[in-house]
Nanobody, 123 residues
């Protein structure tokens, strides 16, 4: 199986920056895409940014120009650089990865989630 561990959340004032990290571990054969989602209290979980192997990054409109997703394929790690943070960015941020893992002697697809990290932006 594949596990995801997030870090980097916290409390920041509006206009500030945070950088989230998410490291995937396990018998990973390949990762097709890594993404960040968020869920604010009383709201549905929404896709914030996705980085697909061989494709360009995509962002939800509300974070375009402020957030940047990047990957270190050698470390199976995805980052989310968040600048110009707003109070409405306050949420629990979750990392997601999809790909293939080796389950000896076969390969299996995986769709794994991290435990979530709290981001709070004060006004």
């Amino acid at each position: 199986q594949v596990q995801l561990v997030e870090s980097g959340g916290g409390l920041v004032q509006a206009g500030g920056s945070l950088r989230l990290s998410c490291a995937a571990s396990g018998s990973i054969f390949s990762i097709n895409a890594m993404a960040w989602y968020r869920q604010a209290p009383g709201k549905q979980r929404e896709l914030v940014a996705r980085d697909s192997s061989g494709g360009s990054a995509m962002y939800v409109d509300s974070v375009k120009g402020r957030f940047t997703i990047s990957r270190d394929n050698a470390k199976n790690t995805v980052y989310l650089q968040m600048n110009s943070l707003k109070p409405e960015d306050t949420a629990v941020y979750y990392c997601n990865a999809v790909g293939t893992y080796y389950g000896g002697p076969h390969y299996y697809p995986f769709d794994s989630w991290g435990q979530g990290t709290q981001v709070t932006v004060s006004s």
